[in-house]
């Protein structure tokens, strides 16, 4: 693992021309639709949302959704994708919440695919999405199960191989959510820097805001 962070505005102009990252946002959006009720009165809150590939699929369920990323250049080819699809209910957010960066609004909903193993202290980050979801909403999270450090190429950026689901869990418990369930979203197989193909699976993990009273 590393600790440097990775530069997410050099790899953003080409991000969406790997078939497995289009494959498996849709993977995810499906999940994600299997396990919350999307409607059409939703503010959502997509964290680390790269290029949109979740958002946009997100978009025509719900209300409105909000994409947020500490990378500018992956932000701007979102807007670029928002404005050539004449998307009307998605904006855009630079944010660092690891640099203290704050979430000022309230969602019903909040989405993160691929981003939890790039962020070094899960537990504060999970705290402060509870408090920015609104009492009945959902927390979903998408990352990897434990991987041994293989599911990259380079891991530079990289701060969790994976994670136990048990041990997550116990995180989503910890930062106040309830009914916290998880369920296997996609696989992926690809070759590994150690020779062969690995299948690596990534699950969903869901947490609920319980209503006051």
Known sequence: ??????????????????????????????????????????????????????????????????????????????????????????????????????LSDEYDLIVSNMTLHHIREVGPLLARFYKAISPGGHLCLCDLDLDDGLFHDDNQGVFHPGFDRAILRRVFMDAGFEDVRDTTAAEVTKPTRLGGLRRFTIFLMTGLKRSAG
């Open 1 to 102: 693992m590393s600790d440097e962070k990775r530069d997410f505005d050099k790899e953003a102009a080409a991000w969406d021309e790997h078939p497995a990252r289009v494959q498996l946002a849709g993977d995810v959006t499906a999940a994600i639709s299997r396990q919350v009720v999307l409607s059409a009165d939703m503010d959502v809150l997509d964290f680390g949302c790269g290029t949109g590939l979740v958002t946009l699929r997100l978009a025509p369920l719900v209300k409105s959704i909000t994409g947020v990323d500490s990378s500018r250049g992956m932000l701007n080819v979102l807007v670029a994708k928002v404005a050539k699809q004449d998307v009307t209910n998605v904006r855009t957010l630079l944010l660092d919440l690891e640099a203290g960066d704050a």
